[in-house]
């Protein structure tokens, strides 16, 4: 199994950080052996650090309310 470089370690480290500070009542989980976020016991934000990228996913994102209608 390749391992994954430092620099993708450090941008999912970031990712996490900001994350964890901006978005509340989120509980921290590991689930398929990546970061799981979840609310109130439902899984809503993953995330990844692959060779050459980060990929960050929503669950069921189309039904995250959009208060700023984006």
């Known amino acids: 199994m390749q391992s994954i470089p430092l620099s993708r370690q450090e941008e999912l480290s970031w990712l996490r950080q900001v994350i964890l ?3 509340k009542g ?3 989980t590991i689930k398929w052996g990546a970061p799981v976020y979840c609310i109130k016991g439902k899984n809503v934000l993953g995330m990844a650090a692959f060779k ?3 990929g960050l996913w929503f669950f069921q994102g189309i039904f ?3 208060p ?3």
Request: aromatic residues 20%.
């Open 21 to 23: 500070e901006e978005v």
């Open 64 to 66: 995250l309310k959009d």
């Open 68 to 70: 700023y209608k984006y």
């Open 52 to 54: 050459s990228y980060v």
């Open 26 to 28: 989120l509980e921290e």
